[in-house]
């Protein structure tokens, strides 16, 4: 897909989620559905495989979202998946993500932990990051057991990367 | 025998006295000697005979001696000349000869000296071949050597790097796991920012 069709999905979730005055809501579980949906194969596989019927594949989002995210965010997956984009649903969201914080002034963070971060652990770690940026961030914490310890945070084109994996592989190259 | 013979001509002789005269030739009874008349006209007829045999065929028969003279003379010059020539020929086959034994001697010489040549050149080139070999294994065995330190260096480094990463994660308990997030907004926040 070009990427004026992914900025023109993307415009076209943003402006739902808007006017159903869920944005921030939609946003971020559209955000943490993408990161699953990056890190599981079998999802990926499942979801853009076109052999199975987009109703079957619309009723597996049904299963996985239902009652875990609001109604907008599960209807606006079905809707990607049933159109056959399911393989630029990643692309899609990160850039409805963007157009709601630009939208709110804001900067995008992407934290990946091995953890899950507390509530006021993340407000701790925006604090820091706007800090050190001199940046308004809006931040998007990922569970991401690839990491295996410590935290990376992506602002822009900054990288702050404290990861248990990075020391690994900077020790794997040494050796 | 010869005694029978004499006998018979005696008697034929003895016999002969008793021809009697015909009167048209003249009978002799000189048992040597022909009757004059007809010595006479013998003795002319012959020389007639000479004279012209002398006449006429002599310059014919002179003629012809001259010429069987001639053409000996010719053929023992034709024969003098081919002898010459033969002569010039076998000394030109000497001649020749002695150039191709020359020549072969040249030709065998220069074979010996290219024969030397390439051997000189064979024994340089095999002698330089034998010492790259030599330096092409001496270089393979150094490098299997290298490719062994190095392979083996390889199997403990990633041997390493997985007892490292086995025992780092068997080490990361949900305590661990705070400390490095805690660590980490510490650091973001005081300004010490890991940053790649």
């Known amino acids: ?162 990861t248990v994996r990075t020391r690994i592989d900077q020790l794997k190259s040494r050796l | 025998m010869i005694a029978a013979t004499f006998n018979l001509m005696s008697g034929e002789v003895l016999a002969a006295e008793s021809v009697p005269n015909d009167g048209v030739g ?56 081919s002898r010459t020539k033969a002569e010039a020929d076998a000394a030109g086959i000497r001649t020749s000869l002695g150039d191709v034994d020359g020549e072969r001697s040249r030709l065998f010489a220069e074979a010996d000296a290219q024969a030397a040549s390439l051997l000189e050149e064979g024994r340089l080139r095999l002698t330089k071949e034998i010492e790259e070999l030599e330096a092409k294994a001496a270089a393979d065995i150094a490098a299997a050597a290298g490719r062994g330190a190095d392979d083996l260096r390889v199997d403990i480094a990633h041997f390493s790097s997985r007892a490292i990463e086995s025992s780092v994660i068997a080490t990361l308990d949900s305590a661990t796991q705070q400390e490095l997030i805690e660590s980490f907004i510490s650091r973001i926040g005081s300004g010490q920012g890991v940053t790649s």
């Open chain 2, 26 to 81: 003249s009978t002799s009874l000189d048992p040597i000697w022909a009757p004059i008349e007809e010595i006479i006209i013998g003795g002319l007829a012959s020389l007639i005979v000479f004279v012209m045999l002398y006449k006429f065929a002599w310059p014919a028969i002179s003629k012809g001696m001259k010429d069987r003279t001639a053409r000996i003379q010719n053929e023992l010059d034709a024969s003098a000349a």
């Open chain 1, 1 to 162: 897909m070009s990427d004026a069709q992914i900025h023109g999905y993307a415009r076209a979730l943003f402006e739902i989620a808007r006017a159903d005055g869920t944005l921030d809501e939609v946003e971020d579980e559209l955000f943490r559905f993408a990161r699953s949906y990056e890190s599981s194969e079998e999802l990926r596989n499942t979801l853009s495989d076109e052999q199975i019927p987009a109703e079957k594949r619309q009723a597996i989002i049904e299963d996985l979202l239902g009652g875990k995210a609001t109604s907008t965010t599960t209807q606006l997956v079905s809707m990607v998946i049933g159109s056959g984009k399911a393989r630029d649903l990643p692309a899609i969201v990160d850039v409805l993500v963007h157009r709601a914080s630009s939208a709110k002034q804001l900067d995008v963070a992407e934290v990946r932990t091995a953890v899950p971060l507390t509530s006021d652990q993340q407000a701790r770690l925006k604090a820091a990051l706007e800090n050190a940026s001199g940046k308004t961030l809006n931040l998007k914490a990922v569970v991401d057991p690839s990491v295996v310890g410590g935290v990376v945070a992506m602002v822009g084109d900054d990288v702050f990367d404290d």
